[in-house]
């Protein structure tokens, strides 16, 4: 989990058994990237730190940590929690209640996991410590059965994760996506473009 690099999470993602309560749609991820951004903005006018409505001091502290190890800052983009995705989640779950156990339950669950084994939370826990216990929840086919709860807490708190950042300005940036841009003469595709699947404007 540690050495994986952010667009591999993409590519996993796709394999992985996402968990139904955390279902949701592209008018949701919408909905909370608009109201996060607003969130963030009105922070930084008072000079204030962001409230979150659903998660504990306790639980957003860990959140903020959790999304930036799923996400971390790279030499292409800043991290999770610079592109919003904190108050991207608090904005989904606090909106839906019927997500709010499983992310409750599933923060919890690293705590418990943490504690057993080392006496402090996952937010107290070593670097060390967490990436040895989220290397046993992230790769599905490979958990544990007794693991499965954190596999499917974890799973679907990547899929959030993932959204929240690649539907932010920060993500959207980092995927070089070149839509949506007005373009004054079209010239027909690149030469090297049809060089590379064997094609040509003269083809019949």
Not at 12 to 38: S, Y
Not at 64 to 78: C, H, I, M, W, Y
Not at 157 to 186: H, I, K, P
Request: glycine share 6%; net charge negative.
């Amino acid at each position: 989990m540690a050495d994986l690099p952010r667009r591999d999470v993409v590519q996993l993602l796709a394999a992985a058994p996402l968990a139904a309560a955390f279902d949701w749609t592209p008018v949701d991820a919408a909905r909370a990237r608009e109201a996060a951004g607003a969130a963030r903005e009105a922070v930084a006018r008072k000079g204030s730190q962001f409230e979150p409505e659903f998660f504990t001091p306790h639980e957003y502290r860990t959140v903020r940590l959790l999304v930036d190890l799923v996400l971390p800052a790279d030499e292409r983009s800043g991290s999770a929690t610079e592109a919003g995705v904190p108050e991207f989640m608090d904005f989904i779950v606090a909106d839906q209640s019927g997500r709010q156990t499983a992310m409750r339950g599933g923060l919890a669950w690293l705590d418990v996991q943490c504690l057993r084994r080392h006496g402090t939370t996952f937010f107290d826990s070593s670097d060390e410590e967490r990436y040895a216990l989220l290397d046993e929840i992230a790769w599905p086919e490979r958990a544990r059965p007794e693991m499965s709860h954190g596999v499917a807490f974890f799973n679907s708190f990547r899929d959030l994760t993932a959204s929240g950042f690649f539907s932010s300005r920060t993500g959207v940036e980092d995927l070089r996506y070149q839509g949506n841009t007005f373009v004054a003469d079209w010239n027909g595709c690149p030469p090297e473009a049809l060089d590379k699947f064997g094609v040509s404007y003269d083809d019949p």
